[in-house]
């Protein structure tokens, strides 16, 4: 039987420990990402614009769903338009890109924080430390958590709402407020990004389990009225579309990615910048269970492991996936991982508990022995700094000289509307037509016609794409290049005073379009896969 931790010591020595893993956690985040001009060079990922631009547009007065196409949640999009709102320009500007990916570090830093408060909570200080020492040097969260995405907020959210439910879970009698914030934070998470569904499933499944009837009132009371407030916006002022753009489009949409499974399954095994918690959690699983054997913080354990099961079974069925997707399942990982520690450091009556305090260090001494010899920690650390340095200037190079050459309400057509934002200079659109802040997205959805699309309709077509005869995401090249969207970028052409190719031009934009564009411009500035074109007056003449 356990009792309670001995000496304020520990708790200093904890304390001191978890601050020394913030403060590496929040220097690598930050390694290189400021001042704002050298922390834009990190390369952007294409979602980045499309979010930002879509908050940008919002804080204008126009209104998501209705007015521009947009596939973020609610949650996500207030997040966003909340740090642009501190530094508003009516077009956007590097440093308020650049105080959306300072604000997401802030995010990966709390949710460390969180997981060691779930990880104390089940299995003791040591686990709970080890648990956010394995997040922290993590490399693809940490490339993740230097991005303005919504991955990290959901997961910081989510990891919340585990805290918050097995607060309650755990002890004698459910505390209502703690059930309450975990419904809350479950639904924002939900609001913030689709996956995070994962999380109030697990908790309201877990109080089913459980048979603890009581707990379901507040949870889902609680979850319901945080959705609510948070779309109720929406689905007051256009539901249709609301529903269709955030959900329906993401069940509906051609494969893309990595597609095949194993192909999934066999990326995820192989990342080398996340060696440590593709690793340790195997070791943590077991050593957690044996610590929590007939007690309480056993429902715990299994919350936890019902977490990553459902992460990975939501990565499995996804009709896509990208890298990502793995920050999501690194967080219930990690903690598993913690679990090689659970026990340590309290005193222990049983003879069992005693040798688990013995078994868990010395089973990661081994782990650690092994990793350093076989080189696995450098591979990890190399891989990590690799990952760390990947840059991509010409985003930044491109906005300097539109900045030095475009006046203030150029338009500017692009794939991606960073590249003006940057500048802060318009996204070029057709004359009387929404914006495009995802080209990817809204090129899908105008040419499958989702808008008008009644659901029968909308159930046989998820059923004809469900499949990629090629595997190779040229079904989703083939949508891209059907006519509605193709004369929706010559009608934005016709607007536009700059436009910029780059591969995902190259991708998005039928061969006939791209044509058409190079033979009325004229090139002005290339920089590795980037040109910069400036439209030919005779364009806006009908020439």
């Known amino acids: 039987m356990r009792e309670r931790p001995a000496g304020r010591g520990q708790y200093w020595i904890s304390i001191i420990l978890l601050a020394m893993i913030l403060a590496a956690a929040g220097y690598v985040r930050l390694w290189e990402l400021t001042p704002p001009a050298v922390g834009v060079l990190y390369a952007p990922d294409t979602d980045e614009g499309a979010y930002a631009f879509s908050a940008q547009l919002f804080l204008q007065g126009q209104l998501p769903y209705r007015d521009f196409f947009a596939t973020l949640p609610p949650g996500g999009l207030y997040l966003m338009a909340a740090v642009l709102g501190l530094l508003y320009r009516p077009w956007g500007s590097l440093e308020g890109f650049m105080a959306l990916r300072y604000a997401t570090v802030a995010y990966g830093l709390l949710t460390i924080l969180v997981v060691y408060a779930i990880g104390r909570r089940l299995g003791g200080r040591p686990a709970g430390l080890l648990a956010a020492a394995v997040l922290a040097i993590d490399g693809i969260v940490i490339g993740q958590d230097r991005r303005a995405m919504l991955e990290t907020p959901m997961n910081l959210f989510s990891a919340l709402a585990v805290w918050a439910y097995l607060e309650a879970a755990l002890r004698e009698t459910a505390g209502r407020r703690w059930l309450v914030l975990a419904g809350a934070a479950s639904a924002a998470a939900v609001m913030i990004k689709s996956p995070g569904a994962i ?157 688990l305090a013995a078994v868990g260090p010395l089973a990661l001494a081994l782990f650690t022995g092994w990793g350093i010899f076989f080189g696995h920690f450098a591979v990890q650390f190399d891989a990590t700094r690799i990952w760390l340095r990947f840059h991509k200037p010409a985003f930044a190079e491109a906005a300097r000289f539109l900045q030095a050459h475009a006046a203030p309400d150029d338009a500017v057509l692009a794939t991606d509307p960073l590249y003006g934002m940057l500048a802060s200079r318009p996204l070029a659109r057709a004359a009387g037509a929404p914006y495009l802040a995802d080209s990817y997205g809204g090129m899908l959805y105008q040419n499958m016609g989702l808008a008008d699309m009644g659901w029968r309709d909308i159930l046989e077509l998820r059923r004809r794409l469900a499949k990629d005869p090629h595997g190779n995401g040229d079904l989703t090249t083939s949508i891209f290049h059907l006519r509605p969207a193709q004369e929706a970028v010559l009608g934005a052409f016709a607007e536009a005073r700059f436009v910029v190719i780059d591969r995902r031009a190259e991708r998005q934009w039928a061969p006939a379009t791209l044509a058409y564009i190079r033979a009325h411009a004229v090139p002005l500035w290339t920089m590795d896969d980037v040109t910069l074109y400036q439209r030919t007056d005779s364009v806006a003449t009908g020439g």
């Open 199 to 355: 999380v109030p499933i697990l908790l309201v499944g877990m109080s089913v389990i459980r048979r603890r009837w009581t707990d379901l009132p507040p949870l889902v009371g609680a979850g319901t009225a945080a959705g609510l407030l948070l779309a109720g916006p929406f689905l007051a002022l256009c539901p249709e579309q609301f529903l269709k753009q955030v959900y329906v489009f993401q069940m509906v949409r051609p494969p893309d990615g990595v597609i095949a499974v194993s192909a999934r399954l066999h990326e995820i095994w192989g990342y080398p910048y996340s060696w440590l918690t593709l690793r340790l959690w195997g070791l943590g699983l077991p050593l957690a269970l044996w610590a929590s054997w007939r007690r309480r913080e056993l429902a715990g354990w299994l919350a936890v492991v019902l977490w990553a099961g459902g992460v990975m079974a939501l990565i499995i069925a996804s009709r896509s996936y990208w890298g990502t997707y793995y920050p999501q399942l690194a967080i219930p990982l990690a903690l598993l991982a913690g679990g090689t520690l659970a026990g340590v450091g309290e005193r222990l009556r049983e003879r069992d508990m005693r040798l």
